[in-house]
T-cell receptor, first 116, second 111 residues
């Protein structure tokens, strides 16, 4: 299994600023992902964080707004840039590891972001 | 557009009853199917996965997959108040590595 930690756990930010969220996995993993979960909604994939190359973004998400770094096999960051109140959400990091299934995804505790 | 749909909630069942959660998916090539449970304010945790047609049982949980009809379901037997949570169906589409989540069904088990 993979144990994932995220920092910060929550933050309140002003419109127009940026926030970088860190994700640390306790073991080396190939696949890491960033999801957004808006209040009362399901999870939406933002991007796949690729080690050593640019992240792969899903439709509706762009690198300028959500730059992602993946410097090694245990760490990734997501930046939410030029924030607006619509960015208020929970941001979840996940990693694929060998758990009960060969492609189980484990989730971090999430970062609750409020933009004023 | 590839979609994952779940039966609309919320769903309420009495303690001890069977809770039935349903999910349909649009990508016929999907091969991996998961059920995650998410307690309020917590991150999702995997409770069941299924890859082949038929039933898969794990304790009080049974996952059912029918690829021809493109649906996957989760049955919870002897429901307990601690089962009260949102249940998320997730699919890995053909050619992808990531999970694609359904809208979720909120389950409440009434003591």
């Amino acid at each position: 299994s993979a144990v994932i930690s995220q920092k910060p756990s929550r933050d309140i930010c002003q419109r127009g600023t940026s926030l970088t969220i860190q994700c640390q996995v306790d073991s080396q993993v190939t696949m890491m992902f960033w999801y957004r979960q808006q209040p009362g909604q399901s999870l939406t994939l933002i991007a796949t964080a690729n080690q050593g190359s640019e992240a792969t973004y899903e439709s509706g998400f762009v690198i300028d707004k959500f730059p992602i770094s993946r410097p090694n096999l245990t760490f990734s960051t997501l930046t939410v840039s030029n924030m607006s109140p619509e960015d208020s959400s929970i941001y979840l990091c996940s990693a694929e590891g060998r758990g009960r299934s060969y492609n189980e995804q484990f989730f971090g505790p999430g970062t609750r972001l409020t933009v004023l | 557009q590839k979609e994952v749909e779940q039966n609309s909630g919320p769903l309420s069942v009495p303690e001890g009853a069977i809770a039935s959660l349903n999910c349909t998916y649009s990508d016929r090539g999907s091969q991996s199917f998961f059920w995650y449970r998410q307690y309020s304010g917590k991150s999702p945790e995997l409770i069941m996965f299924i890859y082949s047609n038929g039933d898969k049982e794990d304790g009080r949980f049974t996952a059912q997959l029918n690829k021809a009809s493109q649906y996957v379901s989760l049955l919870i037997r002897d429901s307990q108040p601690s089962d009260s949570a949102t249940y998320l169906c997730a699919v890995i589409h053909s050619g992808a590595n990531n999970l694609f989540f359904g809208t979720g069904t909120r389950l409440t088990v009434i003591p």
